[in-house]
């Protein structure tokens, strides 16, 4: 998955209006919560086939991070 | 101490204490979550005092206090408990000025349903949610629960749609969410 495909789906995961890049801070996002929480490590599971650790995606601080959890 | 009935990682729910009382108050009463409660009504220290000491002689507990690593950042509880049909009518609300982890309310959540399900023995827990709320409605959901009627209520001067919606335990315990946190 690419950058542009990955925020296009990261949007659409939160549910956002906000101008998201791959230097947006997460603690930045409104809807950067629980429910994007569990919806991002559930889109993890469906599109890789495989479970990410969700300590690694609580720990991520940009949406960078979490694109580099996705390409690990 | 403050008796702890149960922890996951950093998180608990534990009884809650007299000197949580006025932070207590000061975040149920705040916009965030003033507005989301189905009632109108802003609670007085009285009030809330008055709520502390029955909830003290409760048996069993129905209300906790939130902490992460030990800090007290919210609060879950069941408001209903009926031991004869076993359904509780749960809820939680999060510190809304603190910068807390992004699982915070998952685990206020699951902490509170596992109190539930596991100790109480209740079956099924049923909840009210206003429908645009719409990230609790979703965020049920992902926890397993089911819209199963809805209705209207007057709030603020305006018409509102509610949705009541249910968790048993047996959808509780295949939810897929509990695989990542348990």
């Given at each position: ?72 | ?80 408990y009926d031991p004869v049909t ?41 909840t009210d949610v206003f429908l ?51």
């Amino acid at each position: 998955m690419n950058e542009h495909d990955f925020i296009e789906q990261l949007v659409n995961l939160m549910d956002t209006e906000e101008d998201i890049s791959m230097d947006s801070s997460l603690e930045n996002i409104e809807e950067w919560d629980s429910l994007s929480y569990v919806s991002f490590l559930a889109m993890c599971t469906k599109h890789l086939g495989r479970r990410v650790e969700p300590q690694k995606v609580r720990e991520a601080k940009t949406v960078r991070d979490l694109y580099e959890i996705v390409n690990e | 101490m403050s008796k702890v009935y149960i922890s996951i990682g950093d998180y608990a729910i534990r009884e809650i204490e007299e000197s949580d009382l006025s932070q207590l108050l000061e975040w149920r009463n705040s916009p965030e979550i003033h507005s989301k409660m189905l009632t109108d009504h802003i609670i007085t220290w009285d009030e809330h005092l008055a709520w502390f000491k029955k909830i003290k002689e409760q048996d069993p507990t129905l209300n906790f206090a939130f902490v992460y690593q030990d800090k007290l950042v919210g609060y879950a509880g069941y408001t209903k408990y009926d031991p004869v049909t076993k359904t509780g009518d749960g809820g939680s609300y999060l510190a809304p000025e603190l910068d807390l982890p992004v699982d915070a309310g998952i685990y206020s959540g699951e902490l509170l349903l596992y109190y539930g399900f596991e100790t109480l023995g209740i079956k099924k827990t049923v909840t009210d949610v206003f429908l645009d709320n719409e990230r609790v409605v979703k965020m049920n959901k992902l926890m397993g629960s089911k819209i199963i009627s809805s209705h209207k209520l007057k709030k603020g001067g305006k018409v509102k749609e509610v949705v009541t919606m249910e968790l048993t335990y047996e959808d509780w315990r295949k939810s897929f969410y509990r695989e990542f946190f348990l």
